[in-house]
């Protein structure tokens, strides 16, 4: 029978095997969290954000999203998509929306501030973002959907360094009492 359940270890390898199939790197995606969330929280360590982006990779709904899209978009890539579809995602048709649909739902794994962190990297395309939204107006590329996913996951990614950071500060406080059972 065909493999279908993957553990978290496993889908985190695969979600980077396949970020990488498509020129992303784990770090370039660190590095966008990082850079948002230095506006907001001060001293905020690039490691931490590394961690954040392969912990979202390990989440089952992540990996299906990356597997799923990058597949939409190398199909789309190869001509293999039947319809008028496969022009519209190569054209990368400002107002196609299921691509700003799909960095939505992911980003909402870290909630409201997760999707308006979003909307910021959508709208400002920093570093990879605009690398790849560059990259797919070349002929025979096609990153419609690949550059919200590394957007979302980055602005999760931020979102998370933001929680994980006011949770330590939480815990400055005496009244606090230090509780593992939570896992941002
Ligand atoms: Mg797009």
Redesign the pocket.
């Known amino acids: 029978m065909a493999k279908i359940l993957f553990s978290r270890e496993e889908m985190t390898e695969l979600n980077i095997k396949t970020l990488n199939r498509r020129g992303i790197q784990v770090t370039d995606i660190a590095e966008i969290a990082f850079n948002q969330q230095s506006r907001y929280t001060k001293d905020i360590v690039f490691n931490d954000c590394v961690e954040s982006v392969l912990k979202i990779l390990s989440f089952r709904d992540v990996f299906h999203h990356i597997q799923l899209f990058a597949e939409i978009d190398r199909l789309a890539e190869e001509n293999k998509l039947e319809g008028p579809i496969g022009d519209i995602l190569r054209a990368?048709l400002g107002l196609f929306g299921i691509?700003?649909l799909v960095g939505l739902d992911i980003a909402s794994l870290y909630g409201t501030i997760g999707q308006t962190n979003f909307g910021d990297i959508d709208v400002n395309k920093p570093g990879l973002v605009n690398t790849l939204?560059e990259g797919g107006k070349k002929e025979g590329v096609c990153?419609?959907?690949m550059?919200?996913i590394v957007g979302a996951i980055a602005a999760a990614a931020s979102t998370r360094i933001a929680q994980m950071y006011n949770e330590d500060k939480a815990h400055e406080n005496p009244n606090v009492t230090n509780i593992s059972i939570y896992d941002l």
């Open positions: 990368d691509d700003e939204n990153h419609t959907f550059d919200d």
